[in-house]
């Protein structure tokens, strides 16, 4: 495990299928690679890329029962956003949250559908 910005309470690693249960509550998709965030030693989120009939969609979760600060899940966000930008291809997602996805690099190419361009 690594920690985030040097933050002993922030750490993260890659995400097992394990992991995508324990955030999301769902079976993990076939084809993916996302970071799961520990806050206090509690699984907090998870997020990165899943691969669905030949288009690469960046997801993401937070676990509504651990209280970490909106800083931290945004500095999770940039990291993110390093693994996409490592894997080098254009990728999309579905924003709940359109002002973060656009401070994140997305553009809105029809209603809430995001498209990030590498």
Do not use: H
């Amino acid at each position: 495990m690594e920690t985030l910005d040097s933050n002993p309470r922030v750490t993260f690693r890659l995400a097992t299928a394990e992991d995508v249960r324990a955030v999301t509550g769902k079976d993990a998709p076939a084809t993916l690679k996302a970071l799961v965030f520990f806050y206090d030693g509690k699984p907090a989120g998870i997020g990165g890329y899943k691969i669905e009939r030949g288009n690469y969609y960046v997801f993401s979760d937070i676990n509504k029962d651990v209280d970490a600060p909106k800083i931290t899940v945004y500095r999770c966000a940039l990291k993110i956003m390093d693994l996409i930008r490592a894997r080098g291809l254009p990728m999309f997602t579905v924003a709940e949250n359109p002002s973060l996805c656009e401070r994140m690099g997305f553009e809105q190419i029809a209603g809430s559908l995001y498209k990030w361009q590498f």
